[in-house]
């Protein structure tokens, strides 16, 4: 029996979007921390996101899932990438793998012309399956970027001058303008804008399939908290401005912005501190998975930014929904895995990387005071997070095929 009197119990959160790493580069990250983690975050599903390593063909998918059984914690399923013309013709046999989400980039490193967003929208559309994008455009990017160079600029600034608000609009703007014209579904990872949200509110009144995600730092913190944080709140995209932030929880309100993801990609203290000096050799991405039911539950419920109900579709029954695991997951009811958490909102605790499970040491919140904490969670009835420990022991995830 589990005492939840005086607390509320909500479904397991839903990650889209978090970067495990696992097996390439697991001193950042692996499966079993990066999932413990998110198991004390109430987390108990999550869609791992392809980084440097490619998971763009039948049998690199079948080596993730894999690894995914035998070390993750929580139930999982995958995103597919970084997509181009090389291995678009991959596409149908990962669909039928069950991973129908594919990765990729407006921009560089991964930089996908025009023609190839177009030829990879025809072939996920016809696979029911969504192309998932990294939404800056590269032509803004690389005006700023010799700018920012032939000035010698390497302060960590710099790098929030690299993607102005105009490289998501215009990117965001192009890749709607795209999935309408070819009828696909496009899902805009991580947006950072006003400019973003506003398109893509617009983009769903005309029928475009479209939908899109924004990341606990995007709702907390500003550039100019890079003057005190520096090379440690470097991500990308960057840091925006505080009519950013406030547009960001209006679509979260309305409706716009479709869900919240960690968007989890941390980086060690020795891939970050280079950056004080040159702000392009650190690391970009920080560690989220842990701390966004938290930052969610204090910075958005207790607040008033957004309701309860808000947090729970956000967080739990639209990213079901968009990635085909609902109504097994994302939801509290009959047919669906018990997959729960009981949070007391009322419990004031200030965050410290010592506390966390992830591998790396640090947070961009240490020492915030955070009121809303997750005090247990079960994933398909086992608890996996009680008390401050976590209990549960890696083999008996599931790797969730997405229905689309
Ligand atoms: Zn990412």
Same mark, same amino acid.
């Given at each position: 029996m589990?005492?939840?009197r005086?607390r509320?119990? %909500?479904?397991?959160?839903?990650?889209g979007?978090?970067?495990?790493?696992?097996?390439?580069?697991?001193?950042?990250?692996?499966?079993t921390?990066?999932?413990?983690?998110?198991?004390?975050?109430?987390?108990?599903?999550?869609v791992?996101?392809?980084?440097?390593?490619?998971?763009?063909?039948?049998?690199?998918?079948?080596?993730?899932?894999?690894?995914?059984?035998?070390?993750?914690?929580?139930?999982?399923?995958?995103?597919? !990438?970084?997509?181009?013309?090389? =291995? *678009?013709?991959?596409?149908?046999? %990962?669909?039928?793998?069950?991973?129908r989400?594919?990765?990729?980039f407006?921009? +560089?490193?991964?930089?996908?012309?025009?023609? &190839?967003l177009?030829?990879?929208?025809r072939?996920?559309?016809?696979?029911?399956?969504?192309?998932?994008?990294?939404?800056?455009?590269?032509?803004v990017?690389?005006?700023?970027?010799? /700018?920012?160079?032939?000035?010698?600029?390497?302060?960590?600034? @710099?790098h929030? $001058?690299?993607?102005? =608000?105009l490289?998501?609009?215009r990117a965001?703007k192009?890749?709607?303008?795209?999935?309408?014209?070819? !009828?696909? /579904?496009?899902h805009?990872s991580?947006?950072?804008?006003r400019?973003?949200?506003?398109?893509?509110?617009?983009a769903?009144?005309?029928?475009?399939?479209?939908t899109a995600?924004?990341?606990p730092?995007?709702?907390?913190?500003t550039?100019?908290?890079?003057?005190?944080?520096?090379?440690?709140?470097?991500?990308?995209?960057?840091?925006?401005?505080?009519?950013?932030?406030?547009?960001?929880?209006?679509?979260?309100?309305?409706?716009?912005?479709?869900?919240?993801?960690?968007?989890?990609?941390?980086?060690?203290r020795?891939? +970050? $501190?280079?950056?004080?000096?040159?702000i392009?050799?650190?690391?970009?991405?920080?560690?989220a998975?842990?701390?966004?039911?938290?930052? *969610?539950?204090?910075?958005?419920?207790?607040?008033?930014?957004?309701t309860?109900? &808000?947090?729970?579709?956000?967080?739990?029954?639209?990213?079901?929904?968009?990635?085909g695991?609902?109504?097994?997951? !994302?939801?509290?009811r009959?047919?669906?895995?018990?997959?729960?958490?009981?949070?007391? *909102?009322?419990l004031?605790?200030?965050v +410290?990387?010592?506390?966390?499970?992830?591998?790396?040491?640090?947070?961009?919140?240490?020492?915030?005071?955070? +009121?809303?904490?997750?005090?247990?969670t079960?994933?398909r009835?086992?608890?996996?997070?009680?008390?401050?420990?976590?209990?549960?022991?890696?083999? @008996?995830a $599931?790797?969730?095929?997405?229905?689309?």
């Open positions: 589990v005492d939840a005086g509320l119990v %909500i479904p397991g959160l839903v990650d979007h978090a970067h495990l790493y696992d097996p390439a580069f697991t001193y950042r990250e692996d499966f921390t990066g999932t413990a983690a998110a198991a004390a975050g109430g987390v108990t599903t999550v791992e996101m392809v980084l440097t390593t490619p998971v763009d063909s039948p049998d690199r998918v079948r080596v993730k899932i894999d690894v995914g059984r035998r070390s993750s914690l929580i139930d999982f399923s995958l995103h597919a !990438g970084m997509m181009n013309l090389n =291995n *678009l013709q991959n596409i149908p046999a %990962i669909a039928d793998l069950g991973v989400s594919f990765k990729t407006t921009c +560089k490193p991964y930089y996908a012309d025009d023609h &190839t177009m030829s990879l929208m072939e996920t559309s016809m696979n029911h399956s969504i192309l998932d994008a990294h939404a800056e455009d590269e032509a990017a690389n005006e700023n970027l010799q /700018r920012l160079q032939a000035a010698g600029r390497m302060d960590p600034m @710099a929030a $001058e690299w993607k102005p =608000n490289a998501e609009e965001v192009k890749l709607i303008q795209l999935a309408g014209g070819i !009828g696909a /579904r496009v805009i991580h947006l950072s804008t400019e973003g949200v506003e398109a893509i509110r617009k769903k009144r005309t029928g475009v399939k479209a995600e924004t990341c730092h995007y709702l907390t913190f550039r100019k908290d890079m003057k005190k944080q520096g090379p440690y709140l470097k991500m990308n995209p960057s840091l925006k401005g505080p009519k950013d932030v406030d547009a960001l929880w209006r679509g979260l309100r309305d409706g716009a912005v479709d869900i919240v993801t960690s968007e989890h990609a941390p980086g060690t020795a891939e +970050k $501190e280079p950056g004080w000096k040159d392009w050799k650190a690391w970009g991405g920080v560690p998975i842990e701390t966004m039911l938290p930052i *969610l539950l204090s910075e958005g419920v207790n607040k008033h930014r957004i309860l109900p &808000t947090f729970q579709r956000v967080c739990c029954e639209n990213p079901a929904r968009i990635f695991f609902y109504p097994r997951k !994302g939801v509290i009959e047919e669906a895995d018990a997959d729960l958490v009981i949070v007391d *909102l009322k004031r605790r200030k +410290k990387a010592a506390d966390l499970h992830q591998k790396v040491d640090w947070t961009p919140y240490e020492g915030w005071v955070l +009121k809303g904490w997750p005090v247990l079960m994933r009835g086992e608890i996996l997070f009680q008390d401050n420990e976590v209990l549960a022991k890696p083999g @008996a $599931e790797f969730l095929p997405m229905n689309l």
